[in-house]
């Protein structure tokens, strides 16, 4: 589950980096 949670997290984090980079 914890492997699960951070993969998520990076995307998320991922995903606000490519909108930041759009921006």
Known sequence: V???TGAR???E???EAEL???E
């Open 2 to 4: 914890n492997r699960l």
């Open 20 to 22: 930041d980079l759009s």
């Open 9 to 11: 997290t990076r995307q």
């Open 13 to 15: 984090l991922m995903i």
